[in-house]
């Protein structure tokens, strides 16, 4: 894969390549949505979108988007205070995170609006969304109210 270019600077590590495949979900995200794909053989959902269904390889029109409700659980997380790479050196410190989603896929992400002291186990959050260039929206969580 090879990284988005940056205007003006080098490759950027942190946005994706949008393909026909992943458009929907890119243009949902830039909408504030955020979608999941969910199996209707064995009515399952998963994260990160794949047109196959991981759990029992259904594919084709067995296997459509679905739109995430928003809530999610933290999962785990690690406080990143220092990373190389453009743009993650200017956003130091920030948590990098796992939650888990309500519909039950587990997701790689990042906790925002949250004190590093604040952040537990199983804590809620809901889903929000961070503009990047190019029109670009990318899905991130911050606490929600129990
Ligand atoms: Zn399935």
Redesign the pocket.
Known sequence: MTPAPQPGGGPRFDLPDVDEFTRPYWDAAAEGRLLLRH??????THHYPREF??????DGD??RWQEAEGPATLYTWSVVHRNDLPPFGGRVPYVAAVVDLAEGPRMMTEVIDCAEADLRIGMPLTVAFRPETGGLSVPVFRPRAA
């Open positions: 199996c209707a053989a064995c009515d399952r269904c991981p759990y029992c390889w259904a067995t296997v």
